[in-house]
Every structure is written in structure tokens, then in C-alpha cells.
């Protein structure tokens, strides 16, 4: 992976019921402004793969990728020469355009890239090519 193409700390605010209160947020105020919703969102699932991620006897690391063309992937885990992409997306459908990050990501890494998953707030797995799926974000918590 080159080296300018990872930002290796990516900050969010572990608690995201803190940063709702902290900046005096209710279930109406995300309602209406989606892009903070989905900030507050990615940076839940963000938590929430980390958590999951430290129950493993296998270190994980957690990154950013945005590329020179600014394509991004909001988290990527990196484990020994394995690396998957994930994109969260607080909405109900999935499209390949939500996959373009992904390709970007993939490109740059070559045989190092396992998979892309978009987490999204659908009800179906859904495959979208070569190692590439959507998956509802409520898989986070069933088996």
C-alpha cells in the first residue's frame, strides 16, 4: 500500500451518545441532517468493529484510505497481509457507485485486498462483484 494513501489515525469519539450530548443533538435533530447522522453513524460502527476486532488473539489495525483523486473508504482493517474495505451508509439501498472507494482501494493494493462490505440499513446480503457485498448493518449483532 503506498504510503500517502493511508491516513493512520482516523479520530472519532468513542462514545457517540457523548458526542450527541456534547453537541446537543435529539432523534429529531439527526433526523433532519443526515450527513451528521451518518458521521455519528460510521463513527458507532467504527466502535463497534474495533470491539469486535479486540476479542480476536490477532492484532487488527484500523485505518482511513482516501486517495489523490480523494476516492475514500471509511474504514480499513488490516490484518497481517490481509486488508478488507468497509463502507457505512446510514441509507436503505446500495449501488455499485457506493463501490467506487472500494475499487480504489483494491487497486492500490493488489493480492492484499480480501474484501469490500458496505454496510448499509437494508435487510439483504447482496453481492456486487469480485469480493465485493452489501450487508445490513444489524449483522453487526446476529450471527
Not at 60 to 67: A, I, L, M, N, T
Request: hydrophobic letters at 40%; charged letters at 25%; one cysteine or more.
Amino acid at each position: 500500500m503506498k504510503a500517502d494513501a493511508i491516513i493512520p489515525r482516523y479520530i472519532h469519539m468513542g462514545d457517540t451518545g457523548l458526542a450527541g450530548a456534547l453537541l446537543a443533538l435529539n432523534a429529531d435533530d439527526l433526523y433532519e441532517n443526515r450527513n451528521l447522522f451518518g458521521q455519528l453513524l460510521e463513527t458507532f460502527v467504527y466502535g463497534e468493529l474495533k470491539r469486535q476486532a479486540s476479542w480476536d488473539e490477532d492484532h487488527s489495525e484500523f485505518f482511513h484510505f482516501r486517495d489523490k483523486h480523494k476516492f475514500e473508504v471509511d474504514i480499513v482493517i488490516q490484518k497481517g497481509l490481509k486488508t478488507a474495505g468497509v463502507e457505512v451508509k446510514a441509507a436503505a439501498t446500495v449501488t455499485g457507485k457506493d463501490f467506487q472507494g472500494m475499487k480504489r482501494l483494491r487497486q492500490s493494493l493488489g493480492n492484499r485486498f480480501t474484501c469490500g462490505v458496505v454496510l448499509y440499513n437494508g435487510e439483504h446480503a447482496l453481492p456486487f462483484g469480485d469480493r465485493f457485498y452489501a450487508i445490513p448493518m444489524k449483522a453487526l449483532w446476529s450471527s
